[in-house]
């Protein structure tokens, strides 16, 4: 069983930037791929970005491709999400989430293929 927590949401102006946080409660953690979603009210969630177990394989969404950068720490237990040039249609809850992937460079966008979810936290960028 693996338990996601996310931390480093906010409330921040238009242009602004933030740094999300996912900490694994799990001894394994380089045995799983990682990614972030989010989800605006009245939205779907969706795919944001996603790094492989070693973290040589990343991938973005369009629309924080260039803005976004996924990263994290194996010996942290640790999945960071920097977000920049923040705005308004940023504004969602974001969720990390966990993939039991059999190879290093196996990377998820897809909802389904993700085993483990965190509870979100709240991002919201003000014009």
């Known amino acids: 069983q693996v338990q996601l927590f996310e931390s480093g949401g906010g409330l921040v102006q238009a242009g602004g930037s933030l740094r999300l946080s996912c900490a694994a409660s799990?001894?394994?953690?380089?045995?799983?791929?990682m990614g972030w979603f989010r989800q605006a009210p009245g939205k779907e969630r969706e795919f944001v970005a996603a790094i492989s177990r070693n973290g040589d394989n990343i991938s973005y969404s369009e629309s924080v491709k260039g803005r976004f950068t996924i990263s994290r720490d194996n010996a942290k237990n640790t999945v960071y999400l920097q977000m920049n040039v923040l705005n308004p249609e940023d504004t969602a809850d974001y969720y990390c989430?966990?993939?039991?992937?059999?190879?290093?460079?196996?990377?998820?966008?897809?909802?389904?293929?993700?085993?483990?979810w965190g509870q979100g936290t709240q991002v919201n960028v003000s014009s």
């Open positions: 989430a966990a993939d039991t992937a059999l190879a290093p460079l196996t990377i998820s966008t897809m909802r389904y293929q993700y085993d483990y």
């Open positions: 799990v001894r394994t953690f380089s045995r799983y791929a």
